[in-house]
């Protein structure tokens, strides 16, 4: 992805992604992934995997720009709780925002009274 290979990537845009891999199964539905994913906090190897790609725990400090960057979360989202986007863009911009050669931006925008996009109001698409 993005942190791994920022080089192959003009842009990037994430919609309500699980950025927080160590820690997903501790908010609302994310116990259900635990079959997908694995479990940090039950296992020491699924640990050492799910940090291993880990977007939050994974920006990179040097190398190449990260390309431009826009995450997109909602506010009343219960399925993926938009803390993964504020984690990640925290990280983004702490730890790449800080490099000389980040020139790029690194963004992020939450809908307001939305949740994960089924069932959204036609006024939040038009926008």
Not at 23 to 38: E, H, K, L, M, N
Request: aromatic letters at 8%.
């Amino acid at each position: 992805g993005v942190n791994q290979r920022p080089e192959l990537f003009g842009a990037a845009v994430a919609q309500v992604g699980v950025m927080d891999m160590l820690r997903f199964q501790r908010f609302t539905i994310g116990y259900a992934w635990c079959s997908d994913f694995g479990n940090a906090d039950e296992d020491e190897e699924q640990f050492r995997t799910l940090l291993a790609y880990s977007p939050v725990h994974n920006v990179p400090a040097t190398g190449p720009e990260l390309p431009a960057t826009l995450l997109l979360t909602a506010d009343h989202d219960d399925r993926v709780v938009p803390l993964h986007s504020y984690k990640y863009i925290a990280a983004l911009q702490d730890v790449a925002g800080r490099r000389a050669c980040q020139s790029r931006p690194l963004l992020i925008k939450v809908e307001t009274k939305a949740g994960h996009g089924a069932g959204k109001p036609t006024s939040k698409v038009l926008e």
